[in-house]
């Protein structure tokens, strides 16, 4: 269990607490806390759509925003594993359109742990490759277009094979013409709710931030990824092995390991694994603590405007979660 019967109530009420509090920002989502695959709390709080105030439900679609990187990561790993790509090449050998000199420089390595220095396509690099970190949409954008001229097949393709494998219905790549029950995201100034009404995804951003899931199906990726079912050791452990280093609000002031899109976390005697996603009027956060095999999954259709709150409430409901495991 990841809580002792002593302790159930208390950290069941503080997480509805966080959840129920409109100071400093509201919440407005679902959070789960699955362990060993069986959900333990699910919740949704507030709207799908505030002006005719319909509540969300606990398995309606979001954007997940950057959580979406972490399963091109996959895809490209397991194009590696095949054989198609390796990630010590040059991008050059995959991307021959790119004319600027650092195309024979980065690797895929680079690309998917953000240290490849790329700001623009027709611009040199800002820092050498491999010696500093700068997170973007950029590099996955790449990513994708090398995943489709090497296997030959669209992202959304290659995507929805994996989502179809793992079983995880209510899970898609987003396109205009079929968003199913994706709810609409907000922006969110000092309470007030505004609807975005025009979605920055499209065709070209779908291997970054284009992926629509709910809390369920991303516990269970959790189980997937973290298990070993979707890569073999050796890939597995580059995957999650700190190949870079950088700072996130929601895990402190401190930076931390950073692997292939996924975070690599020491925090109160715990070593776990984080995600985030913020944009377009959602914030996402997924979490796994592999010692107590228990997932966090925070998805909402909010995103406030003053950037002090980005994920502000993902942060406290985490820390309940790792209080209660750590027992601290």
């Not at 333990?40 to 309606?60: R, S, T």
């Not at 992926?211 to 298990?227: C, G, H, M, R, V």
């Not at 292939?260 to 715990?270: A, H, Q, S, T």
Request: glycine letters at 8%; a positive charge.
């Amino acid at each position: 269990m990841i809580i002792n019967a002593q302790s159930a109530d208390p950290y069941i009420k503080k997480i509805d607490s966080i959840a129920a509090a409109s100071s400093p920002v509201s919440f407005n989502g679902v959070i789960l806390i699955s362990q060993g695959g069986k959900t333990k709390y699910i919740k949704a709080n507030g709207y799908k759509d505030f002006e005719h105030k319909i509540p969300l439900k606990v398995n309606d679609q979001f954007e997940i925003m950057s959580n979406s990187k972490q399963i091109t990561a996959v895809l490209i790993l397991q194009e590696a594993e095949k054989g198609n790509l390796d990630l010590q090449t040059p991008v050059r050998n995959y991307l021959p359109e790119l004319t600027q000199p650092w195309a024979d420089t980065v690797t895929i390595h680079y690309l998917l742990n953000h240290t490849h220095g790329i700001t623009d396509l027709k611009k040199p690099l800002l820092f050498k490759p491999g010696s500093d970190f700068k997170y973007g949409n950029l590099s996955y954008i790449l990513l994708g277009k090398i995943l489709q001229n090497t296997s030959g097949k669209s992202f959304s393709e290659l995507a929805g094979n994996l989502f179809k494998k793992l079983k995880m219905e209510r899970t898609f790549c987003y396109s205009k013409q079929n968003n199913q029950a994706l709810v609409c995201g907000f922006m969110n100034n000092e309470n007030h709710f505004t609807k975005v009404e025009d979605s920055f995804l499209d065709d070209s951003i779908l291997s970054a931030a284009g992926i629509i899931s709910t809390a369920e199906d991303l516990a269970k990726w959790n189980q997937a990824l973290y298990k070993g079912k979707l890569l073999s050791p050796r890939f597995q452990k580059a995957m999650l092995t700190a190949s870079a280093q950088s700072q996130h609000n929601v895990f402190g002031k401190d930076k931390t390991g950073f692997g292939y899109n996924v975070r690599i976390i020491k925090e109160k005697g715990l070593d776990y694994f984080g995600v985030t996603g913020l944009g377009d009027g959602f914030t996402c956060l997924n979490v796994y603590f592999p010692t107590v095999d228990t997932s966090l999954i925070i998805l909402e259709n909010q995103m406030p405007e003053n950037r002090e709150y980005w994920s502000y409430k993902e942060a406290a409901i985490k820390n309940v979660v790792l209080e209660s495991i750590a027992g601290k």
